[in-house]
C-alpha cells in the first residue's frame, strides 16, 4: 500500500499549487481521502477530505474558499488545488486513506486523523512573501 504525495513547492503569498496523491496497492475507489498538514513546532492539522463518490467535501475554515479538494478514481488520485496560498499555509502536506468510512460522514469524522488508516510521505508547501 503506497500514497505518494506530489505537487509541493515554493510560491510566493496569494499564488496557488496543486498537490497529487496517487494510490496505488489498494482500492481507492472506496477510500475516504484527506489531506493533512503539520507546519514546524505545531500538531497535524486537518486540512480537506473527500468522500469516495467524491460527492461530499469537508474543509477546515482555514482554508475553506481557497482550498479545493477533488479525485479521479480512475486514476486513483486525490487532487489539492491550493489557492490565495497565505504565509500560514506553510507546511509539509500528507494525504491519507480511511477504508472504513460509510459514504455518508460528516466533517467531525472527516477531520480526525486517527480515522485513516494509511498515509502517504509529504510533500513541502512553502510560501514566500
Known amino acids: 500500500v503506497q500514497l505518494q504525495a506530489s505537487g509541493g513547492g515554493l510560491v510566493q503569498a496569494g499564488g496557488s499549487l496543486r498537490l497529487s496523491c496517487v494510490t496505488s496497492g489498494r482500492s481507492f475507489s472506496r477510500d475516504l481521502m484527506g489531506w493533512f498538514r503539520q507546519a514546524p513546532g505545531k500538531e497535524h492539522e486537518f486540512v480537506a477530505a473527500i468522500s469516495r463518490t467524491g460527492g461530499s467535501t469537508y474543509y477546515s475554515d482555514s482554508v475553506k474558499g481557497r482550498f479545493t479538494i477533488s479525485r479521479d478514481n480512475a486514476k486513483k488520485t486525490v487532487y489539492l488545488q491550493m489557492d490565495n496560498l497565505k504565509l500560514e499555509d506553510e507546511a509539509v502536506y500528507f494525504c491519507?486513506?480511511?477504508?472504513?468510512?460509510?459514504?455518508?460522514?460528516?466533517?467531525?469524522?472527516?477531520?480526525?486523523?486517527?480515522?485513516?488508516?494509511?498515509w502517504g510521505q509529504g510533500t513541502q508547501v512553502t510560501v514566500s512573501s
Open positions: 491519507a486513506a480511511d477504508p472504513n468510512a460509510i459514504l455518508s460522514i460528516g466533517l467531525s469524522y472527516a477531520s480526525r486523523q486517527e480515522n485513516y488508516n494509511y
